[in-house]
């Protein structure tokens, strides 16, 4: 056949959205008001210093030419000073960091830098979808580790099969994590740095959430624990943080063998990120602590109108302080698909079924907190309604 995919495309798990997308298309079509929980992607613009610098160095030829494929001196050294001052980390900006077209192409090219066919890599499940798919596109197999609720969504590393995780090579983690909103803290990144150096595994520690946080606890980083830097790197993004999710910047920190092979494979798939956007990222860094805390006000008002909306519904939730996100229980009677088909067929909101992120996600619903307060509660009284 002519354009016959690949395999790798055509072993591609079905598209859980792609039936859901089909009813919202309709659903607009016949003009009527969809309200997306769906998506987690940042509605507040991002700050006006940013966009400026943006523009600024976008006038200026040097930076019309091909960047370097590690990533700009100044956005390194910016992403170095970030580090230390956020998360207590001292990092060599000339070895052990290096920049991203977000931290989606790290974590999937990561699979491409070190995985092998046959290689086992270990998989949250519920998780962002990229860490399977990535390993897959390599020829690796994940290999599914179950996040439990009674386990506050961590992973539980003593019920890993030994004879797994020998023959392992990797193994992605997230903290506050994406879809469940859980936070870990500094013992279980020790237990995880005593689980890699036993079985000899590059970690990979998304830190895409660090920074989105509401609590009196900050979120601490992978690398902040001894030992971490000899058992892998973190992908920290602009895009929650700073509400930077359409300008694809992102980078990757720690194990400098590690970001070297990364740079040693980007660099013939990729030119670098445009040195404009470098430029822009080293000043949302500069002034992280003012633009994240006035998002993370926001973030936190809103989780507070929708938990306090569930609790009347009597509608279950895991209680966090941390992320976009709120992982919500299906009521009794459904699974997570007919659940969510159920609230957009009758109440025309959009939310995420658990199960899209694993099968570990089934009996959850995911609520992203990235639209505003009146349509939030608007979305949350016609649920109510529906049930
Ligand atoms: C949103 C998100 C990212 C961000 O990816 P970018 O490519 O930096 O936009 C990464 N990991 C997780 C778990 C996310 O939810």
Redesign the pocket.
């Known amino acids: 056949m002519k354009f016959e995919e690949a395999e790798r495309l055509k072993k591609l798990p079905p598209y859980l959205f792609a039936e859901i997308d089909a009813i919202i298309r309709k659903k607009k079509k016949e003009g009527l008001d969809v309200i997306s929980l769906g998506i ?1 992607d940042p509605d507040i613009p991002t700050p006006p210093e940013i966009i400026k610098t943006l523009c600024r160095q976008a006038r200026n030829p040097v930076n019309h030419r091909y960047p370097s494929s590690y990533g700009l001196e100044e956005f390194r050294r910016a992403v170095a000073g970030f580090y230390n001052e956020r998360f207590n980390v001292e990092l060599d900006p000339e070895t052990e960091i290096i920049a991203l077209w ?4 790290g ?1 999937s090219n990561i699979a491409y830098t070190f995985v092998n066919p046959g290689d086992y890599v270990l998989v949250p499940d519920p998780a ?1 979808p990229v860490y399977s798919i990535g390993t897959a596109f390599a020829g690796g197999i994940p290999f599914k580790v179950p996040l439990k609720e009674e386990n506050g969504f961590l992973v539980d590393f003593d019920s890993i099969d030994p004879e797994i995780a020998v023959k392992s090579k990797l193994m992605h983690v ?1 903290y506050p994590n ?1 879809p469940t909103s859980a936070t870990c803290d500094a013992k279980f990144f020790k237990d995880l740095v005593d689980f890699a150096t036993r079985y000899d595994i590059l970690i990979c520690h ?1 830190n ?1 959430y660090g920074d989105t946080y509401y609590g009196d606890i900050k979120p601490v980083s992978f690398l902040n624990i001894p030992g971490a830097r000899e058992t892998g790197v973190e ?1 920290y ?4 943080t700073f509400n930077m ?1 359409g300008w ?1 910047i ?1 980078c990757a920190v720690g194990n400098r063998h590690a970001i070297a092979s990364l740079g040693k494979y980007k660099t013939n798939v990729d030119s670098g990120v445009f040195n404009a956007i470098q430029y822009a990222a080293a000043i949302a860094l500069k002034h992280y602590s003012s633009f994240s805390s006035k998002n993370n006000h926001i973030y936190k008002q809103r989780r507070e109108k929708v938990t306090g909306l569930l609790n009347n519904m009597g509608i279950g939730y895991y209680k966090s302080d941390a992320t976009i996100y709120i992982w919500a229980k299906v009521p009794e009677g459904y699974d997570s698909v007919s659940f969510s088909k159920m609230v957009l067929d009758r109440a025309n909101v959009v939310i995420t079924p658990g199960s899209a992120y694993g099968s570990y996600g089934e009996g959850y619903f995911r609520i992203s907190l990235t639209i505003n307060d009146s349509r939030l509660e608007e979305a949350l009284r016609r649920i109510g309604e529906a049930l």
């Open positions: 987690g977000g931290s989606k192409e974590v962002y997230n994406n998304d895409a992908f993004s602009f895009s929650k999710t694809r992102g």
